[in-house]
């Protein structure tokens, strides 16, 4: 049985359109996301959500 695909963020060249920044911005704004272990990059592949968000347990939310 396979995984469900990871959700990704946009290319880097599509999120400096869209938010009309530059891409060093864009870059940091990763850096940031990845230092807070929200997303994990692969390189050449892409910048994808973390599978597990920094604090979350196994437990389900009551």
Same mark, same amino acid.
């Given at each position: 049985? &396979?995984?469900p695909a990871r959700p990704t963020c946009s290319p880097q060249r *599509? *999120?400096?359109q869209e938010h009309g920044v530059s891409t060093i911005v864009v870059r940091q704004a990763i850096f940031a996301l990845r230092t807070e272990g929200l997303v994990e +990059? =692969? !390189?050449g =592949? +892409? =910048?994808f959500v973390a599978e597990r968000l920094p604090g979350a &347990?196994? !437990?389900p939310d009551r």
């Open positions: 049985m &396979s995984q *599509l *999120l400096c +990059g =692969v !390189k =592949v +892409g =910048v &347990s196994d !437990k």
